[in-house]
Nanobody
């Protein structure tokens, strides 16, 4: 049973926009903070953004502030990551995540991961 199912992503030119979606099992969305991470080739997986369980607070890695926006629609059991003004350095595999704790403006205690989706930004 897929707990987190991602969609979206693809190839876009620098300066463009993409939206990632993460459809979550209802019990996960009701119980966890949700977030996004990314992993570029040869690099460790890194935090991108998170949203609190009730959706009242959002958190971003410094380089994403002002460009990315995370949101959740609990009625649709879906979390979104809107990515604007994309740069070639945003190229990575993006992962949806469900975690237990927000620590230091980052999502921790991840118990569930999405399958990953490739985002490629051309210059």
């Amino acid at each position: 049973q897929v707990q987190l199912a991602q969609s979206g992503g693809g190839l876009v030119q620098a300066g463009g926009s993409l939206r990632l979606s993460c459809a979550a099992a209802e019990h996960i969305l009701n119980s966890y903070h949700m977030g996004w991470f990314r992993q570029a080739p040869g690099k460790e997986r890194a935090f991108v953004a998170a949203i609190s369980q009730r959706g009242s607070s959002t958190y971003y890695a410094e380089s994403m502030k002002g460009r990315f926006a995370i949101s959740r629609d609990n009625a649709k059991n879906t979390v979104y990551l809107q990515m604007n003004t994309l740069k070639p350095e945003d190229t990575a595999v993006y992962y949806c995540a469900a975690g237990t704790t927000i620590v230091g403006q980052s999502l921790t205690g991840v118990n569930y991961w999405g399958q990953g989706t490739q985002v490629t930004v051309s210059s």
